[in-house]
């Protein structure tokens, strides 16, 4: 049995541990309001914000990503959008030889302000697609898909209706 750590240093598990950290960061910088820091995320990426979306239709690179969110999400006096991003369930294939991933894990947003008692207001899933450029992964594709929602009001500067 090898030792606790073992499995990590010597590279069984990084791929996935680092991919699933990308997961968990793009949680914290939405949180924080980082819209910069999640366009980062994306640089050698793009986002679908709609499942079977034309290519076209993607948000491609740091820019297009960050056009994205400063088109969508509404942040508040303390420069946040007060919300939580919760990720789960996160399923995580990689095929090292090729220097790409995928994944497919849920997410759960709450959110409260001063107007909005603390409520999820959406879920859903994310499947992911990742690159490794220069032994550091990226995000290749995110697709978005909504399975619920709640009152995005506070949350969103458009509807989803």
């Not at 309001?33 to 995320?41: C, E």
């Not at 001063?114 to 550091?136: C, M, N, S, V, W």
Request: net charge negative; charged share 25%.
């Amino acid at each position: 049995m090898p030792r606790p750590g073992a499995l990590y240093r010597h590279g069984m598990t990084d791929a996935a541990r680092m991919i699933e950290n990308l997961l968990y960061l793009y949680a914290e910088r939405i949180d924080a309001g980082d819209l910069g820091g999640i366009a980062d995320l994306f640089e050698h990426g793009r986002i679908c914000a709609v499942p079977d979306a034309p290519p076209e239709a993607a948000f491609v690179g740091a820019e297009g990503v960050r056009k994205m969110y400063d088109a969508a999400t509404r942040l508040y006096e303390d420069g946040t959008p007060k919300t939580h991003h919760i990720t789960s369930n996160a399923i995580i294939e990689v095929d090292e030889e090729l220097g790409t991933a995928s994944s497919r894990s849920y997410y759960t947003v709450t959110q409260a302000t001063p107007e909005l008692p603390l409520q999820i207001i959406i879920a859903g899933r994310y499947h992911d697609t990742f690159q490794r450029l220069d032994d550091k992964w990226w995000f290749d594709t995110r697709i978005m898909f909504v399975d619920q929602m709640g009152d995005l009001s506070h949350h969103l500067l458009y509807s989803l209706d």
